[in-house]
C-alpha cells in the first residue's frame, strides 16, 4: 500500500523484455486482426523474395543451358511480376497498419494523461515534469513505431530466415550446413548484446526525461533566470545533462556499431566457404550451376533478415525500456475513492443536512514521503467554522495553513482524524461531490491557456452568463477585463503570464466564487493587491462571504477583518481562537503576526 516512490534513477531491478512488451496486449488488442494482418501479408512478401532463387534456377538449368530464348523471356516476365507483388504487398501492410497503430498511440497517450490527473498531489509533487512529459511524447512514440515496424520485421525476418534456411537445406544440405554453423554463435552473441544494451538504453531515455525537466523548467521560470542573471549557469548545468545524454548515446553507438560487425562479417566469411564448397561440386558435376546460382541468392536475399535481428533486437529493447516507463507512471497508485460511487437517493447535496458548517475533528497530516520520526505538519487540529459564519486562518509561514485548507478539498487523504461539511464526513463523499460543494482559491492562481471566460467558468459546471459577470464583479476584475482586447473572450497566456499578479489573483478569486459555492476555501485571496483594490475587492467579497460559510488565510490585519473570527495555527494545532481584538489582546504569537511587534513569548 506504501506509495510507489519516485522515477526510478536506473534500472536496478532485472525485468524481461518479452514481460515488459507483453504488457502492451492490452492497447494492442482491438487492433490485433489488421496488425497480424499486416504481417501475414509481409511474410507472404518475403516469400515472393524466396521463390525468386527459385525461378532463376530453373532459368539456369532450363532455357539458359538449352539457349531458349523464349523459355528466357518466360523466365523474365515471371521475376518481373513476383517484384512487383512483393512491392504491391509490402505497400499494403503499410497501409494496413498506420491508421490503426496511430491510435494504439493516441489511446495510451490518453490513458497517461487520464491517470495523470487522477493521480493525488503527492505523486506530482515527487516526479519531474520532464520526465513525466517525455514518457508521454518521446516513449510513446517509440512503442508505435516498434508496433509497427520494429514487431512485424521481427517476425517476419525470423520467418524468412526459417523458410530461407529449409529452402537452402534442400537444395544442398551440405551447403546449408555451413550456413547455419554461424548462426549459433550470432544468437549467443545477440544475446549478450541485448543486456548490455538494455542497461544503457535505459540510462538514455531517463536522461532525456531529466533534459526535458530542465528544458521545461527554464522556460517556465525565465523571469527568474533573466531577473537573477542566471542564464550562463543554467546553460551550463543544461550542457553538463546534455553532455552526458550524448555520452550515453555514444556508448549506445558503440554498443550497436560491435554488433553490427559481428553480424556482417561472420555471415559473409561462411558464404565465401560454401561458395568455394559449392564452385568444386559444380566442378566435378555433382551440382548444378543452377542450384548454386539459387543458392546463393537465397543466402543473399537472407542477409537484409540476419542483419536486421541486431538493429531490431534494440529497437525491442528501448521498446520494452519505454514501455516499462510507460507502466512506471499508469502503476502509480491512484488513492481509492473511498466515498460513494453512486449518487443515488439522498445526495442531492447540501439542502437534506442540516447546516452544520465546516468542521475539523482531531485531524492529523503528514505528507507520505516525510522522514519516519518527524512530527506531522497537522497534529490534532479540532476547529469549526460555524454555518455562514467567516473565519480568518492566521499563523506564522510553513505552520500548515496551506495543507490544512488543501485536505477540504481533498488534495490529500488524512492521516487521521475526520472532516465534516454540514455533519458528513468528506471521507463518505466522491471526490466529485466534495468539490462540487467547496470551492478553492490558492496563493498561486493558476490561470490557463484559454480565454478569461473559460478560466473562471471552470469554476462551476452550471455557471452561465450572469454568474461571471457577478463573479467578476465581486473579484473586482470586470473593470480590467473589460479592458482586455476582446474583454472576456480574451486569451490569457500559458499560466496567465500576460497578465499582471494582482489581476491573476482576482480572476481565480473569480474562479471560486462563480458557482455560488457552499463552502469557501481561501488561501491568502488578497496579498497581490494593491491597497485601493484590495478595499474594494473586501467591499465587494463581503457579501460573497456573507451568503457561503468560509475559510480564509490572511496574512494581514486587513484580510483579517472579512472574517467573523480568527483561529491560529500554531504547532500543528488551533493554538487560539477569538475575534480580532480579542486574540490581540490575549494572544503574544498572534499579536507578533499581526503587527510585528516585538514579544517576550519566543515564536518558534
Ligand atoms: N508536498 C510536500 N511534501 C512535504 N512537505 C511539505 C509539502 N508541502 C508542504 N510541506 C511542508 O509542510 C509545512 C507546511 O506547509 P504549508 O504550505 O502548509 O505552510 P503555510 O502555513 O501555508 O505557509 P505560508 O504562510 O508560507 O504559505 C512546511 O514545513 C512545508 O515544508
Ligand atoms: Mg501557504
Known sequence: MSASAGPPASPARKRSVVRSLLRLWPYVRPVRAPVFGAAGVAIVAASMGLIMPLILKWIVDGPVADGDTTGLWLGGGLLLLIGYVEAVLFWLRRRLVARPLAGVEAGMRAALYGHLQRLPVTFHDRWPTGQLLSRGTGDLQLLRMFLAFGLTFLIVNTATIVIGFGVLMAQDWLLGLVLIVPVVPLIALCWLFETRFTVVARRAQDQMGDLTTVIEESILGIRIIKGFGRHRSQARAFRALSRQLMETELHKTRLLS?????????????????????????????????????????????????????????????????????FEVMDAEVTPETGRETGAAGAGGAGDAAPDGLRFENVVFRFPDSPPGSPPVLDGVDLHVRPGETLALVGGTGSGKTTLIGLVPRLHELTSGRILLDGTDIATLTRQEVRARVAVAFEEPTLFSASVRENVLMGSDGAGQDDLARALRVSQADGFVRALPQGVETEVGEQGLSLSGGQRQRLALARAVVGRPGFLVLDDPLSALDVHTEARVEAALRDVLSETTALVIAHRPSTVQLADRVALLSGGRVAAIGTHTELLHTNAEYRHLMTGEQTEVSVS
Open 258 to 326: 560491435l554488433i553490427w560487425l559481428v553480424i556482417l562479417a561472420l555471415p559473409e566469411l561462411f558464404l565465401g566457404i560454401a561458395l568455394v564448397i559449392g564452385v568444386n561440386q559444380v566442378a566435378d558435376g555433382s551440382l548444378t550451376a543452377g542450384t548454386l546460382v539459387a543458392f546463393t541468392t537465397t543466402a543473399m536475399a537472407l542477409r537484409w533478415p540476419i542483419e536486421s535481428i541486431g538493429f531490431l533486437l534494440a529497437m525491442c529493447n528501448e521498446s520494452a525500456t519505454a514501455a516499462d516507463r510507460f
